[in-house]
């Protein structure tokens, strides 16, 4: 069965610090897909990212970096120079090729920037 | 404006009462979904439906009961069944049910009076 786990419940930091949002998921499917939300106050999950299982190469955008390893079962998410629009929770989820849209969400992280 | 329009924001339900929330959207996305969220955790999948008059159940679907009558409406009944409703209730689409990103409502937050 799949499985997220987003083992940090809650994150604070200071405005520009570099933030990491970890993220570790299980499954038995070759093919699959990882996903990156965010959910401001305003309750609203907006998308960030979709990784598929074949594509290792990291991504950035803007502010924004994601590590896909593998090895490890881990995509994590990091925030340079974090400003206080940050603060949201934040959601890995899972979806397996058979599974159509079938998220397995990680029980999220909630980032708290401090100015 | 296109986009998924989730009402009431905020409702309360008596015991014994059954309540309807209202996800509607204007996208053309065929596949519509409902998630539970409860407070520290992630979303769970209650009810999905891939195309008009036609759903399915998800990992949480008891106490509860959708349809799908057109394509741009898929409300979500809470039974009296569902002994513990006090959640914040998402509604998401996509174009196809083919691991592509969902868009979601701005929620419904449920509580038990």
Redesign the interface.
């Known amino acids: 069965a799949q499985k997220v786990t987003q083992a940090q419940t809650e994150i604070s930091v200071v405005e520009k610090e570099d933030v990491t949002l970890d993220c570790v998921y299980e499954t038995r499917d070759t093919t699959y897909y990882l996903f990156w939300y965010k959910q401001p106050p305003s309750g609203e999950l907006v998308f960030l990212i979709r990784r598929n299982s074949f594509d290792e190469q990291n991504e950035i955008s803007g502010r924004y970096s994601w590590n896909f390893q593998k090895s490890t079962s881990s995509f994590n998410f990091t925030i340079t120079a974090s400003q206080v629009v940050d603060s949201a929770v934040y959601f890995c989820a899972l979806s397996e090729r058979n599974a159509g849209n079938m998220l397995t969400f990680g029980g999220g992280t909630r980032l708290m920037v401090k100015p | 404006d296109g986009g998924i329009t989730q009402s009431p924001k905020y409702l309360f339900r008596k015991e014994g009462q059954n309540v309807t929330l209202s996800c509607e959207q204007n996208l053309n996305h065929d ?1 519509m ?1 409902w998630y539970r969220q409860d407070p ?6 209650i009810y ?1 439906s ?1 195309i008009v008059n036609d759903f399915q159940k ?1 990992d949480i679907a008891e106490g509860y009961s959708v349809s799908r009558e057109k394509k741009e409406s898929f409300p979500l009944t809470v039974t009296s069944a569902q002994k513990n409703p006090t959640a ?1 209730y ?1 509604c ?1 689409t ?1 174009y196809s ?11 419904t937050q449920l509580s038990v009076l």
């Not at chain 2, 520290?40 to 999948?45: A, D, F, K, T």
């Open positions: 596949a979904y520290g955790q992630g979303l769970r999948l999905y891939q998800g914040f998402l998401a996509t049910a083919t691991n592509e990103k969902l868009f979601f409502g701005s929620g």
